[in-house]
């Protein structure tokens, strides 16, 4: 804080500075500053220098201070002489209590709190008052959570559980089990389709040997950019274009299995219910499109991609006389894209259905969606992350509480994402209704909320209106007549009833 000599009411006063000054300087520090940021207004700085006199960090040119009546104006102010965080040693004769720094009972012997490396963050409004607030004693002591590190087998896990629950929460379902047998699906697979990538969101194998021969990449290549193809010396004979097609259909139509696997069949059969809703096919086919063996998206990737060219290419010659080449296109690719292990005549339209809808959005539906993985990678940095937890607060102060979450075993968690069974959330929900330990207001905020984030198994615990409205009982307001009888009788001595009358 620059300091200068000022004027006031016919005296000079050395080494201070106006309040707006103070405002001034402070606002642009704290604006420029990583760990606070542009959203601090200069209201906020003045309550922060409100502070700052109340606890004698500075004080007015008379040497008052205690009182949080700073104003943004032209009051001259000064440093005391000696900082009220460091008071000069003094001995025990006062009777004063020696001040004593918060327990860190969670800290490890050995481990110095200051070398933990903590990801410095752009605050908001309100963690900005939180953290100016702590330093002057407002609010109670916090410590820092240290986290466990995760695996590689750890992250896949994480990357499995939510990208299954994800295709549930979109598909619409109230459990994958009947579409879906979980234990099949590979986290490892999961993970190198989303990270193993090149430029254009192809999968890169690990394992070279899996990958489609040399010969017929240069095929693929050739019609699919046809006639600027740059692998192969192009011959000049007539029906050039249909031997490489003759080719490539030849090598698909022998493998065993299709590219969605068999495994895989049902689920997306139950995608294509959703192709009118054309945003949420797409989100379903991206995620059910990750749980694939790496080499068969990798080949699926590759094959449709030269499908759609091929469809699109006006200067590629037809590829038969009596079909046009769109639906030559499916007829020839469908059934090793999509069929299930027990051959039946309804499958061929079931897979003409989902590979015209992959060809004509396969930029999209190929691609790793970007919300899932971001929401993955943040719950992941979240898990790993040194926190500020506060004395009394069951969760920290980096991330919103979940509603009504309770930890359960590892065993637990295996067996409610294998089943897929909505039995934990509705007992839940019968114990935040039984609840009479909490209170109404609490009970009726908490069933709001679940109502929010599971209105299916809200609705079937609370079908009608009723049905809620009978554990909130409401309470005759009127007095009960016996009662305002009684209170009125010693005003009314003589005043007989009807009753008494007959």
């Not at 012997?109 to 900005?128: A, R």
């Amino acid at each position: 804080m620059p300091l200068r000599k000022h004027r006031c009411r016919f005296k000079s006063y050395e080494r201070c500075f106006k309040a707006s000054e103070a405002v001034d300087c402070l606002h642009e520090l704290l604006g420029s500053n990583q760990n606070f940021g542009p959203e601090v207004t200069r209201s906020q700085t003045v309550k922060l220098l409100k502070k700052f006199l109340k606890n004698h960090v500075i004080e007015d040119i008379k040497g008052r201070w205690g009182k949080e009546d700073f104003q943004d104006d032209g009051h001259l102010y000064r440093f005391p002489p000696s900082s009220p965080l460091k008071p000069y040693p003094k001995k025990p004769s006062f009777g004063k209590e020696v001040i004593k720094f918060p327990d860190w009972n969670e800290t490890k012997v050995g481990v110095s709190q200051e070398h933990i490396p903590v990801k410095s963050v752009t605050m908001n409004s309100e963690m900005w008052y939180k953290r100016h607030s702590i330093a002057i004693g407002e609010v109670p002591a916090c410590k820092l959570v240290l986290r466990r590190e995760l695996t590689q087998a750890n992250i896949e896990e994480i990357w499995k559980s939510m990208t299954l629950s994800r295709l549930q929460k979109v598909l619409g379902l109230n459990s994958l089990d009947e579409v879906l047998d979980t234990k099949l699906v590979n986290s490892k697979h999961i993970v190198q389709n989303a990270y193993n990538v090149n430029k254009q969101g192809i999968v890169i194998l690990e394992d070279k040997s899996k990958d489609l021969p040399h010969w017929i990449l240069s095929a693929m290549k050739c019609l699919a950019n046809w006639p600027s193809c740059s692998d192969l010396k192009q011959p000049t004979y007539s029906g050039f274009e249909r031997d490489v097609f003759k080719t490539i259909v030849d090598y698909f139509g022998q493998m065993k299995e299709p590219l969605l696997t068999f495994n895989f069949f049902d689920i997306f059969v139950c995608v294509l219910g959703l192709l009118q809703k054309h945003s949420k096919a797409v989100e379903a086919l991206q995620i059910s499109c990750l749980l694939l063996p790496p080499e068969n998206r990798r080949k699926l990737q590759l094959l449709v991609r030269m499908m759609a060219r091929i469809s699109f290419n006006q200067d590629l010659p037809p590829l038969s006389e009596s079909v046009r080449t769109r639906t030559l296109m499916v007829q020839a690719f469908s059934r090793c894209i999509l069929c299930s292990k027990d051959e039946m005549d309804l499958d061929e339209l079931l897979a003409a259905k989902l590979v015209s809808f992959l060809m004509d959005n396969y930029q999209e539906i190929l691609n790793v969606p970007s919300s899932l993985k971001s929401s993955i990678e943040e719950h992941v940095v979240h898990v790993q992350r040194v926190q500020i937890k506060y004395t009394g607060a069951d969760t920290d102060a980096t991330f919103p509480a979940p509603s009504f979450c309770h930890q359960i075993s590892t065993d637990e968690f295996e067996y409610q994402r294998a089943t897929g069974s909505q039995e934990p959330l509705a007992a839940l929900l019968e114990e935040i209704a039984m609840n009479k330990e909490i209170s109404v207001k609490d009970k009726k905020k908490k069933l709001k909320q679940f109502q929010k984030s599971y209105p299916e198994v809200y609705r079937e615990r609370f079908p009608t209106p009723e049905t809620e409205a009978v554990l909130f009982p409401e309470k005759s307001k009127q007095k009960p007549p016996i009662l305002m009888w009684a209170l009125k009788k010693p005003f009314q001595p003589f005043h007989r009833t009807r009753s008494f009358r007959m």
